[in-house]
């Protein structure tokens, strides 16, 4: 009942500065937009780069999403109060993720399918497209939070975390734009997004632990 | 206001050397704040104040030496210290999206007790009545800082550590503030603070440590 109260706060909040977190979102969408500009808009090549083109897109996005996760509580003293309560901080940390990509993530995920028709991505494959970047988003959510959590002290973190994060977050596009890949040439998708959905699993169990120690040496000086 | 103990609250301090960088801010200190006492952090600007209060909270550690809670030495993620502990930092904790009346739910959200006072009657103590449904970026430094007060109230707790609680508050706040204190110390509680001015907390005891003297 008090962890709701919690995920009721940052839903509040959420909603309350929702321009500044669709800011990721209006991010995927003109990425993705900018490639059939870029490239020839022949329907063949887009469909081809589809999948790719829309998991990077969601990538960056989420990650760049990521930086605003503990910034502000940072700046205001909120986060000095998480980790002064005598709940545990993982778990505080893990519904603030979860909030947050509730808020960023899954608008995304929803606006995937309209970019897939931008693309011409085959319409019988959108939901395995939908699926993997549902149990992605996720996990790219949680890697980008354990990057915030190290760089929420400094100053110029944003730029930082990207860098930081990205190499971890290899894996889940791999199986990611797999999945989508095969779906639309009409082969099965069931191995990739187990995988996504192991990694999903792996993430959830293991990040909060991460993000909660980066958080306390983050605060420590 | 809280409970009898089967322990004495002693909040203790053994040999405690702080370094920030290169920068010694205090070198074995010692005190022993009990029951009933208030302790009083002095020091100019950049003495270590706030960073004292960040390790006797558990948020900063120490170089050396140890702080001691009832005897026993904090523990890492001491949660049942942080349960009998509330802080005011120099920033308020409170969030500008909200009201002073969600800002409060989401407080004793983090408490480990379910809520010794009624958020309402906190919020008239604090004097913000009148604003608890307007959000917090709409009202004054000062009001922000009585929100902040107000999250004191809403548990009973041993140890209270403010960190320039006299920041942004008028003449009537300071009253509220040395009233709270007053009523916190004299239930059994302890009080830790860092401010420049001298506080009237008579009859209660404050005690006093000066840092950067030996700088």
């Known amino acids: ?221 | 206001m809280i409970e009898p103990m089967e322990f004495p609250s002693v909040l203790s301090v053994d040999n405690l050397s702080v370094w920030r960088g290169e920068r010694c801010l205090c070198r074995e200190l010692n005190f022993r704040v009990v029951t009933g006492e208030a302790l009083q952090v002095q020091g100019h600007n950049g003495a270590g104040k706030t960073t004292l209060i960040r390790v006797l909270t558990g948020l900063g550690r120490a170089d050396e030496g140890e702080v001691r809670w009832r005897g026993e030495p904090l523990r890492r993620n001491d949660a049942e210290y942080r349960a009998s502990l509330a802080y005011l930092g120099h920033s308020n904790g409170v969030k500008l999206g909200l009201s002073p009346r969600e800002n409060l739910a989401a407080a004793s959200a983090l408490l480990a007790t379910p809520i010794a006072n009624n958020v309402d009657a906190t919020l008239e103590r604090v004097g913000l009545r009148a604003h608890a449904d307007m959000p917090c970026g709409m009202l004054s430094m000062g009001q922000r800082r009585r929100t902040a007060l107000a999250r004191l109230l809403l548990a009973h707790v041993h140890l209270w550590f403010l960190d320039e609680p006299l920041a942004s508050l008028d003449m009537a706040g300071v009253t509220l503030l040395t009233e709270m204190l007053k009523a916190h110390l004299s239930g059994g509680g302890i009080a830790v603070f860092a401010t420049h001015q001298l506080l009237d907390l008579a009859p209660f005891p404050v005690k006093n440590v000066v840092l950067g003297t030996s700088a």
């Open chain 1, 1 to 221: 009942m008090k962890l709701t109260a919690l995920i009721e706060r940052d839903l509040r909040l959420a909603y309350r500065r929702r321009g500044e977190l669709a800011t990721p979102v209006i991010f995927f969408v003109i990425v993705t937009a900018l490639f059939p500009l870029a490239l020839n808009p022949e329907p063949t090549l887009l469909r081809s780069l589809a999948p790719g083109v829309i998991w990077v897109a969601a990538l960056l996005a989420v990650l760049i999403g990521q930086d605003s996760l503990f910034k502000t509580d940072y700046e205001d003293g909120s986060l000095e109060l998480m980790l002064l309560s005598p709940l545990s901080l993982e778990w505080i940390v893990l519904l603030r993720v979860f909030t947050h990509w509730l808020a960023t993530g899954l608008p995304l995920v929803m606006l995937s399918s309209l970019m897939a028709l931008l693309l011409d991505y085959p319409m019988h494959a959108v939901g395995v497209l939908v699926m993997s970047l549902l149990l992605g988003t996720p996990v790219l959510s949680f890697l980008g939070a354990v990057g915030a959590a190290l760089t929420v002290g400094l100053r110029r973190g944003g730029m930082l975390l990207p860098i930081l994060v990205l190499p971890l977050t290899v894996p889940v596009l791999i199986f990611g734009a797999a999945a989508a890949g095969r779906a639309a040439v009409g082969e099965p998708a069931a191995a990739p997004l187990y995988f996504l959905g192991a990694m999903l699993v792996l993430a959830l169990t293991l990040a909060p632990f991460a993000i909660t120690a980066g958080l306390r040496i983050s605060l420590e000086s």
